[in-house]
């Protein structure tokens, strides 16, 4: 079926470490493949997006590639910061449906 | 920045009392959607628009009921509210098939 899956968490690193999210998707279609960000209290946020084999997306230093042939858009950040701290949702489009699918969710904390 | 707005932000109600949650969008989006979210972060479709006078149900049996009398407006009604309906709830709109959606802050409701 049409299905986003996400590394689970939590995940706790340190300021200045480096950040990967891991997200699969299963190989139904051509779908595009997103990131949101959500912030605690609020609702969901675009982080990127990537609409076709190996576009990359990117965002406040954050990059995923849409790889066709691992089905993969693994989240990676360089350096990250307290305030990347935060729950991360992978999601893909359906083929034949208007809607998205998501993930689970990863909670990240960042510790100064 | 997306243009979509709930209200409440909180709501704390007894049970058995009626309640609407509104959500609107100044985009003219033909696409809406309700998603409600577990206190494990994963998200749930429960109600989605096509356009106005399009409501469907969502991957998750809902007790809940939506309207689409105009573009911009998509509220959500649960006609007897119940502990069992604490959750978020998160409403999103977006303009193309295949494309990503944009969401609102969120509604956070306490059934007491």
Redesign the interface.
């Known amino acids: 079926g049409n299905s986003v899956t996400q590394m689970e968490g939590p995940v706790t690193l340190s300021e200045e470490a480096f950040l990967t999210i891991n997200c699969t998707y299963t190989a139904t279609g051509y ?2 493949l ?1 990131w ?1 960000v ?1 912030y605690p ?6 982080l990127l ?1 990537a609409t076709k084999a190996d576009d990359k997306g990117s965002n406040k230093g954050f990059e995923a590639t849409y790889r066709k042939e691992t089905t993969s858009f693994h989240l990676e950040k360089g350096s990250v910061q307290v305030s990347d701290s935060a ?1 991360y ?1 992978c999601a893909r ?1 359906i083929q034949g449906a ?3 699918v ?1 993930g ?2 990863t ?1 990240l904390t960042i510790n100064p | 920045e997306a243009d979509i707005y ?1 209200t409440p932000r909180y709501l704390v109600i007894g049970t058995g009392k009626k309640i609407t949650l509104e959500c609107s969008q100044t985009m003219g989006h033909d ?1 809406m ?1 309700w998603y409600q979210q577990d206190p ?4 749930h ?1 429960i109600h ?1 628009s ?1 356009g106005v006078n399009s409501t469907e149900k ?1 991957d998750l049996s809902s007790e809940s009921t939506v309207s689409r009398i105009r573009t911009e407006h998509f509220p959500l009604t649960l006609e007897s509210a119940r502990p069992s309906h604490t959750s978020q709830y ?1 409403c ?1 709109s ?1 303009d193309r ?10 509604t ?1 409701l306490t059934v007491v």
Do not use: D
Request: aromatic share 22%; charged share 15%; proline share 2%.
């Open positions: 779908p595009s997103f949101y959500q209290g609020e609702g969901l946020q675009l997006k729950v949702f489009t208007q809607k998205l998501f689970q969710g909670r | 709930q696409k959607y494990g972060m994963e998200l479709l989605y096509y969502g998160l999103a977006s098939a295949y494309t990503e959606a944009f969401f609102g802050q969120g956070r």
